[in-house]
């Protein structure tokens, strides 16, 4: 079995302020190494479980943050950007499962550092009527494929809006949410151990074939709905022929498949730095 770990680091245990989920300053070094450590533990575990091959997709910000020469050595490293299947990159080879890292809630909510893809540009995002977050939008991506979703690790308030999305999921509570930027979490040391023991009894039981798993599939065609964080951001947006303004804030885009809704919308993110 391969398995496709895609890590992002909002939801890691000991992260609740913004200054750690930025480079350039010392608390972003101490969170980095934590999410490379709950990378390494869903290796570790995964392998543990009886998986043949890992890997690793670096999924946070400019998707170089993991430490490559901490990362255990059976496993292979997504990283860098721009790359097509953005957090769910890896797929391209056939993976099996993939498993959720790090995850945080959607834009709007209370979870800890809770947005969607660009905090920046995106309030919020709708597939055929469904809100999504990241986690929601890449596992449709990953579902898309024919891949389930495993496990999932993240905050309370992740955990709850996002279980509905993969019946089957294992999931592993890293910390509570309080706010945006406060809370109770897990060491590091305890959410790792709680990972590895997740990940290597998820990958037993799909192995085993008492994995309840299925893929989370959205069909085409795909309407996408999306608010922005203000009308500066539509009217940028809008210069998209093909996208269709709906009111001050929010437009909309029809596609062929999830695929194609995501790369769009990773396109007008980038085009956010317009405004900036």
């Not at 023991?197 to 599939?217: I, N």
């Amino acid at each position: 079995m391969k398995i496709l770990i895609s890590t992002d680091i909002e939801g890691v245990a000991g992260v609740f302020h913004g200054e750690q989920i930025r480079a350039g300053n010392g608390e972003y070094e101490r969170a980095r190494a934590w999410m490379t450590g709950e990378a390494n533990a869903a290796v570790q575990g995964a392998f543990a479980g009886g998986a043949t091959e890992v890997l690793v997709n670096d999924s946070h910000g400019g998707f170089r943050n993991l430490l490559p020469d901490q990362i255990d050595e059976r496993a292979r490293l997504v990283l860098g950007k721009p790359r097509y299947l953005g957090m769910m990159g890896g797929l391209e080879e056939q993976c099996d499962a993939v498993f959720m890292i790090g995850y945080h809630s959607r834009a709007q909510g209370r979870g800890v550092l809770a947005h969607t893809i660009n905090s920046f540009a995106f309030a919020r995002v709708f597939l055929n009527g469904m809100e999504l977050g990241e986690a929601g939008l890449y596992g449709a991506l990953a579902g898309e494929l024919g891949v389930p979703v495993l496990l999932a690790t993240g905050d309370n308030v992740f955990i709850e809006e996002t279980t509905p999305l993969f019946p089957g999921a294992r999931w592993v509570q890293t910390k509570v949410a309080h706010g945006q930027g406060s809370g109770v979490t897990l060491s590091p040391t305890a959410s790792r151990r709680a990972i590895a023991q997740a990940a290597e009894a998820a990958v037993r039981e799909a192995l085993g074939g008492a994995g309840q798993a299925v893929p989370f599939r959205i069909p085409g065609p795909i309407e996408c709905r999306l608010q922005t964080q203000g009308s500066a951001l539509a009217d940028l947006f809008c210069m998209w022929p093909t996208l269709e303004r709906v009111d001050g804030v929010t437009l909309r885009f029809t596609v062929d498949s999830v695929q194609a809704a995501i790369r769009t919308l990773n396109s007008l993110a980038a085009m956010s730095f317009m405004l900036r």
